[in-house]
Nanobody
């Protein structure tokens, strides 16, 4: 059973930066697709970044490309999301998700079985 725990959220002004962390435990498969999703009030949950752990292949939504960077630390079993040049529209609850993978990474939240509890990011103008 994979367990995920996010940290690093907070309140920043527009143009600021935050780094989210996701501590993972209980992984038993060789490869996973791990992702960051976010959900703003009255909006659907959207995937903003994803990473295939073996091969380190990353994917980004158009709304964050060039500003956010997803990365991993294998030794610490951790996933990160570096968020730069934050905008008020980035305000949301951010969730870490994981799913075993044979090389593919998933876009739809329904395809992920493992989730963290979320961390709030608030960006003021």
């Amino acid at each position: 059973q994979v367990q995920l725990a996010e940290s690093g959220g907070g309140s920043v002004q527009a143009g600021g930066s935050l780094r989210l962390s996701c501590a993972a435990s209980g992984k038993t498969r060789k490869n996973y697709c791990m992702a960051w999703f976010r959900q703003a009030p009255r909006k659907e949950r959207e995937r903003v970044a994803a990473l295939i752990l073996v091969g380190d292949r990353a994917y980004y939504s158009d709304s964050v490309k060039g500003r956010f960077t997803i990365s991993q630390d294998n030794a610490k079993n951790a996933l990160y999301l570096q968020m730069n040049d934050l905008k008020p529209e980035d305000t949301a609850m951010y969730y870490c998700a994981a799913e075993p993978s044979d090389g593919a990474c998933y876009r739809d939240e329904a395809q992920f079985n493992y989730w963290g509890q979320g961390t709030q990011v608030t960006v003021s103008s």
